[in-house]
């Protein structure tokens, strides 16, 4: 969760990423156990927040008559359908955050249904590894102290601190200059997921505020192992999205560049999205 941190959490104001460093503390956590029989990650219902919204999945698309209008972009009649755009958004991607990160770390097909459905799961308790737009990675979780009185280490935050640094190197002008371009696909993909009168920017923004009202991690963070997954032994961190849990597991100080990253993009979307919302245009078909 970027020439990246987290390569599109870059996208959703480093949104994306904040899933991928999520999930990779979920999938590192049970590798460090060993089981005959793995626990099947089954997400949990969506809390009030999302009562009404759908869950997680690469939704088939919408009858037309539940699409409307909506704006999109500079140039929208440039862009191809939704389902034929990986090509024209890797290529985007690649020239603004390097071939290098694009090819470790992005999964090439089905790219913007991927950031939306990540982006719009991330205030939720859980997101799935088979929807998320990056790669896997490996390592495990580091942890430190007796059974019982298990920490999240120190030095676990030194596995995110090239993403970190890559997030500092993002051009949050360029990224969102990219997005925009871009928009009447990510809308049409947030559209398909089930919101055929909701508008993905809205939510997009949503998003980056509920990241950024993460608290700040205060000492060790205590943890417990119930099973074969950690969790975080206070009750109400545990309950926090899988959005904020991620920036509470990854250091304070990588924390604090995430969230300056996320206050930068925030800032670009408002500044260019209400000129582009505002063209008229139409969502270009699946």
């Known amino acids: 969760m970027k020439k990246i941190i987290l390569s599109l959490l870059v996208l959703a104001g480093c949104a994306a990423i904040g899933a ?43 009858p ?41 770390m992005l999964r090439p097909q089905e790219i913007v249904r991927r ?5 719009d799961n991330l205030p939720r308790a859980n997101t799935a590894a088979r929807l998320l737009p990056t790669k896997k990675i490996n390592g495990a979780l580091l942890t430190e102290g007796p059974p019982g009185s298990l920490t999240i280490a120190p030095q676990n935050a030194a596995r995110y601190n090239a993403y970190a640094y890559l997030a500092d190197l993002t051009d949050a002008k360029g ?68 959005g904020q849990k991620v920036l509470l597991r990854i250091g304070s100080a990588n924390t604090t560049r995430i969230k300056a990253k996320l206050r930068e993009i925030r800032a670009a979307l408002t500044d260019k999205m209400p000129a582009v919302l505002a063209a008229p245009s139409s969502v270009p078909p699946t």
């Open 175 to 242: 990224l969102v200059d990219l997005y925009a371009r871009h928009y009447p696909l990510f809308q049409r993909a947030y559209q398909d997921l089930g919101y055929p009168d909701g508008y993905f920017n809205d939510r997009l923004i949503l998003v980056i505020d509920h990241l950024l009202a993460t608290p700040d991690a205060k000492g060790p963070m205590a943890l417990t192992q119930p099973h074969v997954l950690y969790e975080f032994a206070d009750p109400a961190l545990q309950a926090r999205s899988a």
């Open 64 to 104: 037309a008559a539940a699409r409307h209008p909506v704006d999109a972009g500079l140039h929208a009649t440039a862009l191809p359908a939704l389902d034929a755009s990986d090509p024209i958004i890797l290529e985007a991607l690649t020239a603004l955050l390097g071939k290098t990160p694009m090819q470790q």
């Open 115 to 119: 950031i939306v459905v990540t982006i």
């Open 20 to 62: 991928y460093l999520w999930q990779q503390n979920k999938t590192s956590a049970a590798t460090s156990v060993a089981q005959a029989n793995p626990a099947v990650d089954t997400p949990k219902p969506p809390g009030p927040e999302a009562a009404t919204a759908p869950q997680a999945i690469l939704a088939a698309p919408a």
